[in-house]
């Protein structure tokens, strides 16, 4: 249960009232997506309250992820419908295996694109072994991007593929494009599967955390915002893991779904 801080009156703090004010604003339509709130000074002004109170009440909602500070500019709506990630669904052989992406599940009618795309070979990491089963020094693929929905940054990915379970690029065409910045329809499941490497299951482990501050640049978040850490393992049929995969998303931008039998 949430418990809402209160003055010595009973009352919420005025920074509070003054919030959910502008928060009522926003959900009624008088602040579209993209518009200016009003600034410290008009607050001041209109409430008839000090410069710290009416900064505590925009910093409400900027950590609530409704509104996003642009330095030297001023506090603007910032309305974004949620991702709905569907665990199951999204990892399906249907999809990948049909030459679909995963993200066609993720991202509906919306669009979606992903940027600051780098593949390359490096020495596994000792927690990238673990996951894998692989011993010192064993060399991977290593798969690092970045996906946007609607232009806004949501999630990033690093991939890792063990460099024994794929061959020589000259050896074959799904070798390669691994190797590749664009790794064709369906993509690095459909490629394993290719080379006879296909994943049979998956395993996920998410957990919520603070982000880095490297982490915050890469996803554009405002201060307060958690991500979600999720670490995925692709197991062939064999139970041979063949993909690692390290995802960090914006915690203010996704709904996650998952479907069980009882």
């Known amino acids: 249960m949430n418990v809402v801080p209160t003055s010595d009156n009973g009352s919420p703090p005025v920074y509070r009232e003054i919030a959910e004010e502008l928060r009522g604003q926003i959900r009624s339509g008088r602040y579209a997506d993209g518009d200016r709130l009003p600034g410290e000074n008009s607050l001041m002004e209109r409430h008839g309250v000090a410069r710290a109170t009416a900064r505590q009440a925009l910093s409400v909602l900027i950590n609530e992820g409704l509104a996003v500070a642009v330095r030297g500019s001023g506090i603007y709506v910032r309305l974004f419908r949620p991702v709905r990630r569907h665990g199951a669904r999204r990892l399906s052989k249907e999809l990948w ?11 509906e009618d919306r669009g979606y694109e992903v940027d600051r795309l780098r593949v390359e070979e490096a020495a596994a990491g000792d927690h990238v072994r673990r996951a894998l089963g692989l011993s010192e020094g064993t060399v991977v693929v290593r798969r690092a991007r970045r996906y946007l929905v609607d232009g806004r940054p949501v999630q990033s990915a690093v991939s890792h593929l063990p460099l024994s379970l794929l061959g020589a690029p000259e050896d074959s065409p799904a070798a390669r494009r691994i190797r590749e910045p664009d790794s ?35 996803l554009n978040l405002t201060p307060g915002t958690p991500v979600l850490e999720v670490a995925r393992t692709a197991l062939t049929a064999q139970n041979v893991p063949v993909e690692f995969n390290e995802i960090t998303m914006d915690g203010s931008a996704y709904v996650l779904q998952y479907d069980f039998d009882a």
């Open 97 to 107: 295996g049909n030459g679909r992406a995963i993200w066609q599940t993720d991202s």
């Open 184 to 218: 064709g329809p369906g993509g690095i499941y459909a490629r394993l599967a290719e080379l006879g490497r296909a994943p049979a299951r998956f395993t996920e482990e998410i957990r919520v955390r603070m982000p880095t501050p490297e982490e915050s640049e890469e």
